[in-house]
């Protein structure tokens, strides 16, 4: 791990025109971290997620991602910076139903000007690395929740992401499919991704991250220095 800062949030602000979601939170992330976040229910955890990979904009404070001040950009540099930067994993996997897996996965290069045959070659290792390159043709209909998942990291990593964010990344698996996810999301940091995970799942933080910062009413109410249970 290196002590470069990989995120910084800096006393950082939301408020909506009924509720206040984040009340001046600050929070710094170093390359190669695993970070699970965690908090009951309106404590902003998802409200965090997305200021931190550029979907909201704070009301106030600053949000630095790779060196990239969030502020300082317009939609379309927003854009642009979600798809070179940030890798994102979701609960209910977000693929599109009519391309099979392979042109998922493919998909995210693609959008940032790479060839379809290099942005192909490089999904297709991917998926081998995660062991369901037999299932590139297969549409997401027709493969399991845990393959779902799979398909959802390696579209994630297509563009090697400085940061990769998972919002409750097993909450839609059975027990093993999510023990699967779990592994794969360690094995991936421990050669060096760094990860930002929101969960419910005290198994997941504990198994995942490296340390758990717990939000309460908007702001860090904790963080603990976790020993991984693998």
Known sequence: MTSENVVELTDVHKEYSDSVALAGLSLTIR??????????????KSTLLNMVAGLDRPTAGTVVVHGEDLG???????ALFRRRRIGMIFQFFNLL????????????AQLTGTSAAQARRRALELLDELGIADRRDIYPARLSGGERQRVAVARALMNRPALLLADEPTGALD????????DLLLDLNQIGQTLLLVTHDERLATHCANRLVHLVDGRVASETGLERTR
């Open 31 to 44: 390359a190669g971290e695993a970070v699970a976040v965690m908090g009951p229910s309106g404590s902003g």
């Open 72 to 78: 300082r950009l317009n939609e379309t540099g927003l």
């Open 97 to 108: 139903d009519d391309l099979p897996a392979l042109d998922n996965v493919a998909l995210a």
């Open 175 to 182: 027990s093993r499919a999510g023990e699967q996810v779990m």
